[in-house]
């Protein structure tokens, strides 16, 4: 039993916050149930379900914090964990950053939990793998995918009588398919938090159509290209660029968004007017829990709009010391886009490059957010409005902040899988100038 | 390698309540308690009895208990203390040909037969899917044997106190040497390892880890730059006796460098990481083209790791990590023909999980196999992969290689990689003497960004100092560099290696891989070593 109702979590949580002796005391609790399949090489390898409950307390002793954890819910495992992390505070020296609890907060429910995932049997994910196999089979092709589902409860509470608790489910889908020559490669992914939005069968025919359409790939020369990026081959990169959102990293002169000759660009105009970025923890089809890792509550927060830097993330000390407003960090990311799907940004597009996706994304040059990645599993020719030929991949050496500075385009946005980013993202595919690929790679 | 989920979670600008990584913070006495090896051997064999009852052709259990502890400071501060520790059983079996797994915190006998019937009917169900049955390299059981990493003084008996105050030294020493910003962790790891296998293996191991990353940085406000440097140790397996600061674990090292061996001085390296990290502020921008590369060890590891370690791991080799980390260049047809050239006939690399200071050495891999040292690449040619007892029958060897790990009980073992290093050059010859010969080259020293393609082909690789080369000797400390490599053209230029005498580690504690995704540790040793005529591109960009 690892999914408590909301009367459970609250008696545990209550219990928790009695027994401490301390000035102050933040719990909280997440419990989980999560299966999985994975298949390589058109057969199942592994699968698993995985029940995980964990409580956490942290005290404080004046300026002296003490965190401890455990999985056990009698009142003698409560007493234990209480007692672990008091002894831990004790130990620890004044943390002069050190910021009180959160006050009472007023949590509005956001949409993230979907009864049909939290249904998902082990035939339902043997029948995805199926799903995936069968028609690759059939086409003389290789599938090696992962399926994972879980259904999830989070609840917080703290000696300020704060409280609040939430279920959520979660699907993630990602399935790479490639011709048994190994010359060709194609990938989708999927992300939903309500699985019945969810189709094996019809999404594997974007990675059989891309595996089967990628072999021959022929070799254009590195360069400046006009690229057309699918909403996974953009998430990595603006996910990276987020850390120099960090209003207290701008201050402190380690961020892009750090001002020469001190403090920080907000409210500058940093990207093109067609960029506008927001977080809003109520989003339909990207909704998140409504408070962020400290228990803050999560609001609607403009980013950027029309390319002007609208607010940056102030972590309790720093707004507190900035004299600025702390508000819940974002949990997801909404790029406002257009109506057009990618293939239609490719059919408006004359000369051009296709990405699928992004991969092996690292930071070369933190100052500029230069980052360094390749092009994977369908990169494509395009011409006079069509996909020619498929082409080989490239490494990319490109910052984000450069790339929203060359957006011709927007497409519709669309939702990412995990592996692309650690936020819950809404992303449209993009049309932009001046990428810059710098060698070819002959990987499939 | 992943250090993704690793800094995340230390990272400074998250707010102030931090979650431990692995299993449940304990107090810091927990740590130095050890468990009890008899009542493991009762609790391993009722899983393989509930196993071998359910229906198991061959049976695995093992029982482990992961210590872990983090001390995360900033400037003057202490972020964070956190010990974390995690105890289960995690049981795989083979039923009908197929393999299953299921894990469990309960160490309650009732608890871990059920778990080793709940493997046994996963196994069960997934034979339906199931096209080859599970063929299993035959071994020997070992009886009842024990091994532990040779280590002077265990980290998790030192206490905190002495910790936080040697992170707070370093800190004021990098600060007081005109660094801005200096962020350092003490990261410690202790598995407690106990394995049994129906094969009549029945094998206690004691892992111990360490590792002391830091960043140190400085910046210009008038021009709004900043740049950073980086620690020059390793993670190691060793315990806090690395961190003694003795004289014979330096080296002297062109440029004025000072690199480190079985011994780190962190206070040292903070006021030079600090004096450093400000040169890079001035420090004139590289000029792009073909160079002459002199990679010192603490760079070189992490090359070797993703163009030579990842590639010849025989799962990727056959597509079963094709949907994640994916597949490699080094096909099973390069290896059958016996004349696929990796490198330049000087290069010898091998795979060895024995070396003393390694992060993956250990008695025996998580299936019970006992570790060896074999060649992969000999005289430039490929000779052998990296495979586990399921696998070596595939590239005709008969017996396992010892390369199975899992991160945790509750995590299914499979296919990791060893250290995989490269041999020290047979003629005696220095770092100096190799820069002597150099005349158009950069010296490159710590590791940087990485990033490499799912076959293993086209990488490219930064560092944290870059010093110019001109005529064999070094004329000045340069910025923006990196290189791009495909792999065998790469290795096809190395044109000399440094004796034995500079050999040296480096390594990663959070190499990842799998789905879902479990890490590992791996060394990766090497002399410095030169590679001609390599691309060289300048990263430098204008945001405008």
Known sequence: MSIFTEAQAKAILDKVIKLSKADECVASLEGSVAGNIRYALNSVSTSGIVSNCELSVQVAFGKKVGTATINEFDDAALARVVKRAEDLAKLAPDNPEFIPAIGKQAYTATPTFAEATAGITPEYRA?????????????????????????????????????????????????????????????????????????????????????????????????????????????????????????????????????????????????????????????????VLPWDNDGLKRERQPIITNGKVDSLQYSRYWAQLKKAKALGQPGNLIMVGGTKSTMDLVKGTKKGILVTRTWYIRSVDPQTVLLTGLTRDGTFYIEN????????????????????????????????????SPFVMLIPPMKIREFTFTSLSDAV | MDRRDFLKRTSTSVGALMLPVYGHAVAAEVLATPADKAMRKVLADIALNAATKAGATYADARIGRYLRQFVITRETRVENVVNTESTGIGIRVIVNGTWGFAATSDLSPDAIAKAAQQAAAIAKANSKFQTAPVQLAPTKGVGEVAWATPIKKNSMEVPIKEKVDLLLAVNNAALKAGADYVNSIMFLVNEQKYFASTDNSYIDQDVHRIWTPMTVTAIDKKSGKFRTRSEFSSPMGMGYEYLDAKASGKVKLPGGVVGYTNSYDMVEDAVAAAKQARAKLTARSVKPGKY???????????????????????????????????????????????????GSPIVQLFADKQQPTTLGAVGYDDEGIATQRWDLVKDGVLVNYQAIRDQVHIIGEKASQGCCYADSWSNVQFQRMANVSLAPGKAKLTVDEMIKDVENGIYIVGDGSFSIDQQRYNAQFGGQLFFEIKEGKITEQIEDVAYQIRTPEFWGACAAICDERDYRFGGSFFDGKGQPSQVSAVSHGSSTTRFNGINVINTARSLG
């Open chain 1, 127 to 287: 029948q995805v793998a199926a799903d995936s196999i069968n028609p690759s089979k059939a086409g003389k092709l290789v599938a090696a995918g992962f399926f994972s589902d879980a259904v999830r409860f989070s609840a917080v509470a703290n000696s300020k009588g704060n409280f609040g608790y939430q279920k959520s489910t979660n699907v993630d889908f990602t399935c790479t398919v490639r011709t048994d020559d190994a010359r060709g490669s194609g990938w989708v992914a999927r992300n939903v938090s309500d699985v019945s939005q969810f189709n094996a069968k019809s999404d594997i025919q974007t990675a059989i159509g891309k595996a089967k359409a990628s072999s021959d790939a022929k070799a254009l020369e590195p360069g400046k290209y006009t690229v057309i990026l699918e909403p996974a081959a953009s998430a990595g990169l603006i996910s990276f660029m987020m850390q120099g959102f960090d209003a207290r990293s701008a201050d402190e002169g380690r961020s892009f968004l750090t001002k020469k000759g001190g403090g920080n660009r907000l409210g500058e105009k940093v990207f093109d007017d067609k960029v506008t970025l927001f977080a809003d923890p109520a989003y339909p089809g990207a909704a």
């Open chain 1, 385 to 420: 409005g069509e996909i020619k030929y498929p082409i080989k991949n490239f490494r990319w050496n490109e910052s984000p902040v450069i790339m929203l500075n060359n957006v011709d385009e927007l497409g519709k946005p669309e939702r990412v899988g995990d592996d692309e």
């Open chain 2, 292 to 342: 002459d590369l002199v990679l010192d060890p603490s760079h070189l590891w992490l090359t070797i790791h993703e163009s030579v370690g990842h590639p010849l791991e025989l799962d990727r080799v056959l597509g079963y990590e094709a949907n994640f980390a994916g597949t490699s260049f080094a096909t099973l047809d390069k290896w059958k023909g016996k004349d696929f050239k990796y």
